[in-house]
Protein backbone atom coordinates (compact mmCIF):
# COMPACT_ATOMS: atom_id res chain seq x y z
CA UNK A 1 0.00 0.00 0.00
CA UNK A 2 2.99 2.17 0.95
CA UNK A 3 4.55 1.49 -2.53
CA UNK A 4 1.74 2.37 -4.31
CA UNK A 5 1.30 5.90 -2.01
CA UNK A 6 4.94 6.63 -3.29
CA UNK A 7 4.83 6.06 -6.76
CA UNK A 8 1.66 7.98 -7.00
CA UNK A 9 3.12 11.13 -5.89
CA UNK A 10 6.05 13.17 -7.03
CA UNK A 11 6.09 15.41 -3.45
CA UNK A 12 6.22 12.53 -1.20
CA UNK A 13 7.87 14.47 1.66
CA UNK A 14 5.66 17.57 0.76
CA UNK A 15 2.38 15.51 1.59
CA UNK A 16 3.82 13.43 4.30
CA UNK A 17 4.21 17.19 5.88
CA UNK A 18 0.61 17.70 4.97
CA UNK A 19 -0.71 14.21 6.36
CA UNK A 20 1.20 14.85 9.54
CA UNK A 21 -0.52 18.42 10.11
CA UNK A 22 -3.93 17.39 8.86
CA UNK A 23 -3.90 14.04 10.68
CA UNK A 24 -3.14 15.24 13.49
CA UNK A 25 -5.33 18.73 13.33
CA UNK A 26 -8.41 17.91 11.69
CA UNK A 27 -10.23 14.79 11.87
CA UNK A 28 -13.79 15.67 11.70
CA UNK A 29 -16.24 18.33 11.03
CA UNK A 30 -14.22 21.57 11.61
CA UNK A 31 -15.03 23.45 14.44
CA UNK A 32 -17.27 26.51 12.88
CA UNK A 33 -19.31 23.19 10.37
CA UNK A 34 -19.89 21.59 13.96
CA UNK A 35 -20.90 25.48 15.55
CA UNK A 36 -23.36 26.44 13.01
CA UNK A 37 -24.95 22.89 12.33
CA UNK A 38 -26.06 23.11 15.96
CA UNK A 39 -27.24 26.57 15.30
CA UNK A 40 -29.13 26.11 11.93
CA UNK A 41 -30.84 22.98 13.68
CA UNK A 42 -32.46 25.29 16.32
CA UNK A 43 -33.68 26.90 13.37
CA UNK A 44 -35.84 23.94 12.53
CA UNK A 45 -37.66 22.81 15.58
CA UNK A 46 -40.84 23.02 16.11
CA UNK A 47 -42.89 25.66 18.58
CA UNK A 48 -42.98 22.85 21.46
CA UNK A 49 -39.70 22.48 21.85
CA UNK A 50 -37.97 25.55 20.10
CA UNK A 51 -37.91 28.32 22.76
CA UNK A 52 -36.24 26.29 25.50
CA UNK A 53 -33.85 25.31 22.64
CA UNK A 54 -33.12 28.55 21.66
CA UNK A 55 -32.66 29.77 25.05
CA UNK A 56 -29.87 27.88 25.55
CA UNK A 57 -28.43 28.47 22.26
CA UNK A 58 -25.26 29.90 23.50
CA UNK A 59 -24.20 27.32 25.32
CA UNK A 60 -25.48 24.02 23.01
CA UNK A 61 -23.66 26.10 20.11
CA UNK A 62 -20.06 26.62 22.20
CA UNK A 63 -20.31 22.83 23.49
CA UNK A 64 -20.99 21.48 19.82
CA UNK A 65 -17.20 20.41 19.78
CA UNK A 66 -17.02 19.34 23.25
CA UNK A 67 -16.83 15.28 22.16
CA UNK A 68 -13.34 16.00 19.76
CA UNK A 69 -11.88 18.07 22.38
CA UNK A 70 -12.65 14.94 24.94
CA UNK A 71 -10.72 12.76 22.71
CA UNK A 72 -7.67 14.13 24.03
CA UNK A 73 -9.26 12.96 27.49
CA UNK A 74 -10.86 9.87 27.05
CA UNK A 75 -9.84 6.79 26.30
CA UNK A 76 -12.60 5.28 24.16
CA UNK A 77 -13.63 8.70 22.85
CA UNK A 78 -11.96 8.36 19.38
CA UNK A 79 -13.78 5.35 18.70
CA UNK A 80 -17.13 6.34 19.48
CA UNK A 81 -16.79 9.28 16.27
CA UNK A 82 -16.63 6.80 13.24
CA UNK A 83 -17.14 3.41 12.21
CA UNK A 84 -15.05 1.57 9.50
CA UNK A 85 -17.54 -0.54 7.71
CA UNK A 86 -15.53 -1.42 4.91
CA UNK A 87 -13.62 -4.03 7.74
CA UNK A 88 -17.15 -5.59 8.33
CA UNK A 89 -15.96 -7.72 4.85
CA UNK A 90 -19.65 -9.63 5.11
CA UNK A 91 -21.66 -6.82 5.77
CA UNK A 92 -22.94 -5.68 9.35
CA UNK A 93 -26.61 -5.14 9.73
CA UNK A 94 -28.51 -2.87 12.08
CA UNK A 95 -28.02 -4.37 15.50
CA UNK A 96 -28.24 -3.49 19.72
CA UNK A 97 -24.63 -3.42 20.80
CA UNK A 98 -25.07 -6.31 23.12
CA UNK A 99 -25.90 -9.00 20.12
CA UNK A 100 -22.88 -6.22 17.94
CA UNK A 101 -20.88 -7.98 20.84
CA UNK A 102 -21.66 -11.49 20.37
CA UNK A 103 -21.09 -11.33 16.75
CA UNK A 104 -17.78 -9.14 16.72
CA UNK A 105 -16.28 -9.10 20.01
CA UNK A 106 -16.17 -5.70 22.13
CA UNK A 107 -12.37 -4.94 21.08
CA UNK A 108 -13.18 -5.90 17.41
CA UNK A 109 -15.91 -3.00 17.66
CA UNK A 110 -13.85 -1.01 19.71
CA UNK A 111 -11.03 -1.04 16.74
CA UNK A 112 -13.57 -0.46 14.05
CA UNK A 113 -15.82 2.72 15.56
CA UNK A 114 -18.66 2.09 17.44
CA UNK A 115 -20.63 5.63 15.91
CA UNK A 116 -23.90 4.11 15.42
CA UNK A 117 -24.35 2.58 18.69
CA UNK A 118 -22.99 5.51 20.64
CA UNK A 119 -25.54 8.07 18.81
CA UNK A 120 -28.31 5.12 20.14
CA UNK A 121 -26.14 5.09 23.65
CA UNK A 122 -26.01 8.82 23.42
CA UNK A 123 -30.03 9.24 22.65
CA UNK A 124 -31.23 7.00 25.28
CA UNK A 125 -29.63 8.97 27.89
CA UNK A 126 -31.22 12.22 25.92
CA UNK A 127 -34.62 10.22 26.01
CA UNK A 128 -33.80 9.48 29.92
CA UNK A 129 -32.94 13.32 31.00
CA UNK A 130 -36.28 14.07 29.44
CA UNK A 131 -37.84 12.11 31.30
CA UNK A 132 -37.32 13.27 34.79
CA UNK A 133 -39.80 14.94 37.03
CA UNK A 134 -37.28 17.54 37.42
CA UNK A 135 -35.39 18.69 34.08
CA UNK A 136 -31.47 18.35 34.71
CA UNK A 137 -31.35 21.44 32.09
CA UNK A 138 -27.17 21.62 32.03
CA UNK A 139 -27.23 17.86 31.73
CA UNK A 140 -29.76 18.33 28.97
CA UNK A 141 -27.89 20.47 26.89
CA UNK A 142 -24.64 18.95 27.15
CA UNK A 143 -26.30 15.49 25.82
CA UNK A 144 -27.75 17.11 23.24
CA UNK A 145 -24.68 19.06 21.96
CA UNK A 146 -23.01 15.73 22.36
CA UNK A 147 -25.85 13.77 20.22
CA UNK A 148 -25.75 16.42 17.77
CA UNK A 149 -21.79 16.50 17.04
CA UNK A 150 -21.97 12.57 16.77
CA UNK A 151 -25.10 12.75 13.99
CA UNK A 152 -22.63 15.25 12.34
CA UNK A 153 -19.93 13.00 12.05
CA UNK A 154 -22.34 10.36 10.79
CA UNK A 155 -22.75 12.42 7.51
CA UNK A 156 -19.56 12.61 6.75
CA UNK A 157 -18.29 9.81 4.37
CA UNK A 158 -15.21 9.77 5.19
CA UNK A 159 -16.17 8.64 9.33
CA UNK A 160 -17.17 5.91 8.31
CA UNK A 161 -14.38 4.00 6.04
CA UNK A 162 -10.37 2.79 7.20
CA UNK A 163 -9.26 5.11 4.91
CA UNK A 164 -10.60 8.10 6.77
CA UNK A 165 -7.81 10.88 5.70
CA UNK A 166 -6.41 9.26 2.25
CA UNK A 167 -3.61 7.53 4.37
CA UNK A 168 -3.88 4.16 2.20
CA UNK A 169 -4.59 6.05 -1.56
CA UNK A 170 -2.05 8.71 -1.22
CA UNK A 171 -4.10 11.10 -0.54
CA UNK A 172 -3.77 12.38 3.14
CA UNK A 173 -5.31 15.21 4.09
CA UNK A 174 -8.66 14.34 2.57
CA UNK A 175 -10.24 15.01 5.48
CA UNK A 176 -9.83 17.75 6.35
CA UNK A 177 -10.35 19.09 2.46
CA UNK A 178 -13.35 17.42 2.64
CA UNK A 179 -15.09 18.80 5.88
CA UNK A 180 -13.57 22.10 6.62
CA UNK A 181 -12.04 23.41 3.90
CA UNK A 182 -14.38 23.17 1.22
CA UNK A 183 -17.05 24.27 3.57
CA UNK A 184 -14.74 26.98 4.85
CA UNK A 185 -14.35 28.30 0.97
CA UNK A 186 -18.05 27.72 -0.12
CA UNK A 187 -20.40 28.44 2.63
CA UNK A 188 -21.17 31.63 2.15
CA UNK A 189 -22.30 31.24 -1.36
CA UNK A 190 -24.94 28.43 -0.49
CA UNK A 191 -28.80 29.25 -0.46
CA UNK A 192 -30.18 29.11 2.48
CA UNK A 193 -32.46 25.76 2.96
CA UNK A 194 -35.70 25.41 4.59
CA UNK A 195 -35.42 22.29 6.70
CA UNK A 196 -37.59 20.51 9.31
CA UNK A 197 -37.32 18.64 12.31
CA UNK A 198 -39.51 15.43 11.99
CA UNK A 199 -40.10 12.63 14.17
CA UNK A 200 -37.65 9.32 13.94
CA UNK A 201 -39.95 6.13 14.38
CA UNK A 202 -37.14 3.68 13.95
CA UNK A 203 -33.86 5.08 15.72
CA UNK A 204 -31.69 2.39 15.01
CA UNK A 205 -32.54 1.65 11.37
CA UNK A 206 -32.60 5.24 10.94
CA UNK A 207 -29.04 6.21 12.38
CA UNK A 208 -27.52 2.95 9.91
CA UNK A 209 -29.33 4.25 6.95
CA UNK A 210 -27.49 7.78 8.07
CA UNK A 211 -24.51 5.85 8.04
CA UNK A 212 -24.93 3.62 4.87
CA UNK A 213 -25.45 6.52 2.92
CA UNK A 214 -22.23 8.57 3.45
CA UNK A 215 -20.06 5.12 3.25
CA UNK A 216 -22.09 4.84 -0.48
CA UNK A 217 -20.11 8.31 -0.94
CA UNK A 218 -16.74 7.44 -0.07
CA UNK A 219 -15.81 6.05 -3.93
CA UNK A 220 -16.75 9.46 -5.16
CA UNK A 221 -14.92 11.55 -2.16
CA UNK A 222 -11.68 10.02 -3.06
CA UNK A 223 -11.56 9.03 -7.10
CA UNK A 224 -12.71 13.12 -7.40
CA UNK A 225 -10.10 14.63 -5.37
CA UNK A 226 -7.73 12.29 -7.23
CA UNK A 227 -9.02 13.18 -10.60
CA UNK A 228 -9.00 16.79 -9.82
CA UNK A 229 -5.60 17.02 -8.71
CA UNK A 230 -4.18 14.69 -11.68
CA UNK A 231 -5.71 16.84 -14.68
CA UNK A 232 -3.72 18.66 -16.28
CA UNK A 233 -3.58 22.64 -15.81
CA UNK A 234 -5.24 21.68 -12.38
CA UNK A 235 -5.75 24.83 -9.91
CA UNK A 236 -2.44 24.32 -7.74
CA UNK A 237 -3.38 22.11 -4.52
CA UNK A 238 -1.59 23.92 -1.60
CA UNK A 239 -0.35 27.02 -0.30
CA UNK A 240 0.17 28.30 3.25
CA UNK A 241 -2.06 30.52 4.97
CA UNK A 242 -1.01 32.98 7.71
CA UNK A 243 -3.62 32.69 10.60
CA UNK A 244 -2.50 34.90 13.72
CA UNK A 245 1.55 34.18 13.97
CA UNK A 246 0.52 30.84 11.97
CA UNK A 247 2.02 30.13 9.00
CA UNK A 248 -0.32 26.97 7.77
CA UNK A 249 -0.33 25.18 4.85
CA UNK A 250 -4.30 24.66 3.30
CA UNK A 251 -5.54 23.41 0.22
CA UNK A 252 -6.25 26.47 -2.04
CA UNK A 253 -9.91 27.88 -2.21
CA UNK A 254 -9.43 27.46 -6.25
CA UNK A 255 -8.97 23.46 -5.47
CA UNK A 256 -11.59 23.23 -2.91
CA UNK A 257 -14.19 25.30 -5.08
CA UNK A 258 -13.51 23.17 -7.83
CA UNK A 259 -13.30 20.26 -5.71
CA UNK A 260 -16.50 20.95 -4.28
CA UNK A 261 -18.13 21.29 -7.68
CA UNK A 262 -16.41 18.13 -9.09
CA UNK A 263 -19.16 16.59 -6.43
CA UNK A 264 -21.74 18.14 -7.06
CA UNK A 265 -22.28 20.03 -3.79
CA UNK A 266 -22.20 17.07 -1.72
CA UNK A 267 -20.62 18.72 1.34
CA UNK A 268 -23.53 21.09 1.11
CA UNK A 269 -25.87 18.39 0.67
CA UNK A 270 -24.54 16.68 3.56
CA UNK A 271 -24.61 20.02 5.51
CA UNK A 272 -28.01 20.47 5.66
CA UNK A 273 -29.33 16.71 5.75
CA UNK A 274 -26.76 16.77 9.03
CA UNK A 275 -28.69 19.97 10.51
CA UNK A 276 -32.30 18.35 9.66
CA UNK A 277 -30.98 14.74 11.43
CA UNK A 278 -29.70 16.60 14.16
CA UNK A 279 -33.24 18.63 14.90
CA UNK A 280 -34.68 15.55 14.26
CA UNK A 281 -33.23 13.70 16.75
CA UNK A 282 -33.63 16.31 19.60
CA UNK A 283 -37.21 16.55 18.51
CA UNK A 284 -37.35 12.77 19.06
CA UNK A 285 -36.15 12.16 22.32
CA UNK A 286 -38.31 14.84 23.38
CA UNK A 287 -41.36 12.82 21.65
CA UNK A 288 -40.16 9.69 23.22
CA UNK A 289 -39.70 11.26 26.79
CA UNK A 290 -43.48 12.03 26.53
CA UNK A 291 -43.34 15.68 25.54
CA UNK A 292 -42.88 17.14 28.51
CA UNK A 293 -43.57 20.54 29.13
CA UNK A 294 -40.17 22.04 29.07
CA UNK A 295 -40.80 24.57 31.74
CA UNK A 296 -37.29 25.35 33.11
CA UNK A 297 -36.02 27.84 30.76
CA UNK A 298 -33.98 30.71 30.80
CA UNK A 299 -34.92 34.30 29.64
CA UNK A 300 -33.84 34.21 25.79
CA UNK A 301 -30.68 35.57 25.42
CA UNK A 302 -30.12 39.00 23.92
CA UNK A 303 -27.70 37.50 21.14
CA UNK A 304 -31.00 35.75 18.52
CA UNK A 305 -30.28 32.79 16.41
CA UNK A 306 -29.97 34.92 13.41
CA UNK A 307 -27.27 36.65 14.95
CA UNK A 308 -25.48 33.62 15.73
CA UNK A 309 -25.63 32.85 12.18
CA UNK A 310 -24.76 36.06 10.66
CA UNK A 311 -21.69 35.54 13.40
CA UNK A 312 -20.45 32.14 11.60
CA UNK A 313 -20.78 33.64 8.52
CA UNK A 314 -19.06 36.77 9.07
CA UNK A 315 -16.27 35.00 10.58
CA UNK A 316 -16.25 32.77 7.21
CA UNK A 317 -15.84 35.82 5.31
CA UNK A 318 -12.77 36.70 6.65
CA UNK A 319 -11.29 33.23 6.41
CA UNK A 320 -12.15 33.71 2.66
CA UNK A 321 -10.08 37.37 3.20
CA UNK A 322 -7.44 35.99 4.79
CA UNK A 323 -6.76 33.54 1.23
CA UNK A 324 -7.42 36.38 -0.97
CA UNK A 325 -4.68 38.33 1.00
CA UNK A 326 -2.53 35.03 1.05
CA UNK A 327 -2.80 35.22 -2.70
CA UNK A 328 -3.95 31.64 -1.87
ZN1 LIG B 1 -16.27 14.15 15.96
Not at 44 to 56: A, D
Not at 63 to 72: L, P
Not at 193 to 211: L, M, P, S
Not at 226 to 252: M, S
Amino acid sequence: MEKKWRSNNQNTLHRCLLGVVFGMFFVNWGFAPHKELHAVAITSLPSPIFSFFKSHQAELVSRATDADKRKHAVDDEAARHYIDLDHFTDGISPCSWKDACVLFSEDTLQNRGVLPWNIEFVYRNLVNEFSQDTLNTKKVIRLCADLGHYVADAHVPLHTASNYNGQFSGQIGIHALWETHVYETTRASWPPRKINAYYIKDIRTWIWQIIQDSHDDVNEVLLKEKTLREIENAPFGYGYRTRGRTLTLVPTPEFCKQYGEAMSGMVEQRFFSAAQAISSIWYSAWADAGAPQLTNQLKPEPSSIKNELIRILQDLRKVDQEHDEDGL
